[in-house]
């Protein structure tokens, strides 16, 4: 644990959505002690948001668990993309890129039709992309912003499940990324957590509504976590102490989120579990 980056942080050279590459120190997602076992042999996987961050920490670990995997992702991060996808191929498994964005439902379904063309099915649905933008006050949010981010954070999730269910089959499974911002609230990023929190009973919902079709739902709900999310948008003191309240005293790395991912994707690990948020705050024993 000592290991991993602590604050305090430079202030990073990225602007939004912000290219992990550019990012110093890089977020570690290779999970070099991880050891798979097979888990998901041969099963195809969809994750929003995949080129970098948890996505792309996730992405390699399901490849590593033996699933392909497709990436969605906005066009102007295609080299985290490019790199997010050799990464997966040097673990023999196959990758495809689908570029685009996840407000638009015609591109949501685009581009589960592309991956059932080419795999043939779709196994694993992970909810990821995400926008933020802190804001000091209610007036300081614009109407435009406020759309904005629910329309990417919590209609694209309803727009790739609306699209990806009927493809899937019993056993398979949807992955939401929540956060510990829709269980608290946060003074700063109120449009945000809000979506978060609606992503958090969306996740509850959903499963009800497919438990009896057999396929499971459920929600990761991270603290702080090393990714371009907010170096994008975050400079000075806000970025030099990111992480540093909670009780490790750091953010998360992405390959220590990316694990609960395969987890619930697992029906070996989580047969019996559905509707569940798994908080993941760094030694914190609170949320909500």
Partial sequence: MSSKPKPPFQPQPITEPGLEGRM?????????????AGKLDDRVALVTGG?????RAVALMYAREGAHVALVYLEEEEPDARQTVADIQAEGREA???????????????AVERVVER???????????????HREGLDDI?????????RTNIFGYFYMAKFAVPHMKEGSSIINTGSITGLEGSKGL??????????????????????????????????????P???????????????????????????????????????ADSSYVSGHVLPILGGDTTSG
Avoid: M
């Avoid at 080129?51 to 996505?55: L, M, N, Q, R, T």
């Avoid at 495809?96 to 685009?110: H, K, L, N, Q, S």
């Avoid at 196994?123 to 926008?131: C, G, K, T």
């Fill in 24 to 36: 110093s120190p890089k977020p570690r997602y290779e999970a070099g002690r991880y050891r798979p």
């Fill in 96 to 110: 495809i890129t689908i570029p685009g964005d996840v407000t638009d439902p015609e591109f949501c379904r685009a």
């Fill in 190 to 227: 109120l449009d945000y957590s809000s979506t978060k929190g609606a992503i958090h009973a969306f996740t509850k919902s959903l499963a009800q509504n497919l438990v009896e079709r057999g396929i499971r739902v459920n929600c990761v709900a991270p603290g702080p976590v090393w990714t």
């Fill in 51 to 55: 080129d970098s961050g948890i996505g």
């Fill in 229 to 267: 999310l907010n170096p994008a948008e975050l400079q000075g003191d806000e970025i030099e102490c990111f992480g540093a309240d909670t009780p490790l005293g750091r953010p998360a790395q992405p390959e220590e989120i990316a694990p609960a991912y395969v987890y619930f994707a697992s029906n």
């Fill in 142 to 150: 614009s109407l435009e912003q406020w759309e904005h981010t629910f």
């Fill in 119 to 133: 795999f043939g099915k779709l196994d694993i649905l992970v909810n990821n992309a995400a926008y933020q933008k």
